[in-house]
């Protein structure tokens, strides 16, 4: 299994126990496919440079993972369909 770094932005507004909901549901989708969690840090709520679905503000959240690379699109899919995510980046670790 390769190791990936997703980088996603969280809505702003959300409280924290809903940002934590969130990050857990992240973290399950990619068990749910046979990977493995390396590390979770929430970087912190951040101004980013255009706006994001009206939001100029967001909560970056960073998750190194190890997976079978042939899972990966339906990690970049589960990303892309929570309504709470903003925008998320799939990279080589």
Do not use: C
């Amino acid at each position: 299994m390769k190791s990936y770094d997703l980088v996603y932005i969280v809505r702003p507004d959300l409280e924290a126990d809903a940002v934590k909901a969130v990050t857990d549901r992240m973290g399950q989708r990619i068990t749910d496919q046979g990977g493995t969690i390396e590390a979770v840090d929430v970087w912190g709520k951040k101004r980013m440079t255009f706006s994001v679905k009206k939001y100029r503000e967001g909560l970056f959240v960073h998750t190194r993972f190890a997976i079978d690379p042939r899972k990966l699109e339906e990690i970049r899919r589960a990303a892309a369909l929570t309504e709470d995510v903003l925008r998320a980046t799939i990279t080589n670790a």
